[in-house]
């Protein structure tokens, strides 16, 4: 399936950017009459017919919308610390969005060395990869946020609230809370009709202070391992996104 994107819809014309009109238009020769399909990054699939294939704005009429295409039974709101490589935090992006997340801060601690992401970029990124793996539904990306400032907003969360850490002290498998969760969650959501939801916060290379770690406790998060090997931050938030995503299957 060849997905292109565009939130410039009305009624049932769609228009996309210079970047989307060239590559339709241009590169892959699309022509006046042409059947499309492309997504909104908001859920929904449409189906159209290319009208006008300008490789600046080309607009397609719209003759079919699909919704929930790679949906998932779940909500998932990654809060990560940016990594000194931002390529590797792109990595984590892309790699995350194709298994599937809703939502990613990137948070700034106190043993932080890099303290901002490129806003415009990642967006360009989560983009392409939701193409690319077959999503409609194009992950949110913040601005960066500071640890204890993120926490502070989490504090109505409904759902599991995990942070990772490296540090000494009392940690819970993160698989096990998964699974106990999912049990409990199967039985209490099956009549509200609401996903399970989680909100996991992963650290810079230099992990969270302990003084993050503890006013996090103090709001509801629980503290988990990702086993014994020692992970690369952009690794063990990858495995957090694996590991829920393996859960929920």
């Not at 997340?101 to 948070?107: A, E, G, M, Q």
């Not at 932080?112 to 490129?118: A, F, G, K, M, P």
């Not at 039985?187 to 290379?205: A, H, M, N």
Request: hydrophobic letters at 35%.
């Amino acid at each position: 399936m060849e997905l292109f994107y565009t939130k410039n819809i009305n009624g049932n014309i769609a228009v996309f950017d210079s970047q989307e009109s060239r590559h339709c238009v241009k590169v892959l020769r699309h022509h006046k009459g042409d059947k499309i399909e492309f997504i909104d990054g908001l859920g929904t699939l449409y189906r159209g017919v290319i009208t006008e294939p300008s490789p600046i704005a080309c607009k397609a009429e719209i003759s079919e919308r699909v919704s929930g295409l790679g949906e998932r039974g779940y909500y998932l709101h990654m809060a990560v610390a940016p990594v000194k490589n931002p390529d590797r935090y792109e990595w984590f992006m892309e790699k995350a969005t194709e298994l599937g997340f809703d939502r990613l801060t990137p948070v700034v601690g106190e043993f932080s060395e890099r303290r901002r992401i490129n806003q415009e970029r990642g967006e360009r990124l989560l983009i392409s990869a939701a193409k690319q793996s077959l999503k409609a539904r194009i992950p949110q990306l913040d601005a960066a946020f500071g640890v204890k400032d993120f926490i502070s907003s989490m504090e109505n969360f409904r759902g599991i609230k995990l942070i990772g850490h490296c540090r000494e002290g009392e940690k819970r498998n993160f698989m096990d809370v998964l699974a106990e969760n999912k049990n409990s969650s199967d039985t209490d959501l099956s009549t509200s009709g609401e996903k399970p939801s989680y909100v996991v916060l992963i650290g810079p290379e230099g992990d969270f202070s302990a003084g993050e770690i503890e006013f996090a406790v103090s709001k509801g998060f629980i503290p988990v391992t990702l086993g014994q090997s020692r992970l690369r931050s952009e690794t063990a938030a990858l495995c957090a996104v694996t590991g829920i995503y393996l859960t929920n299957i």
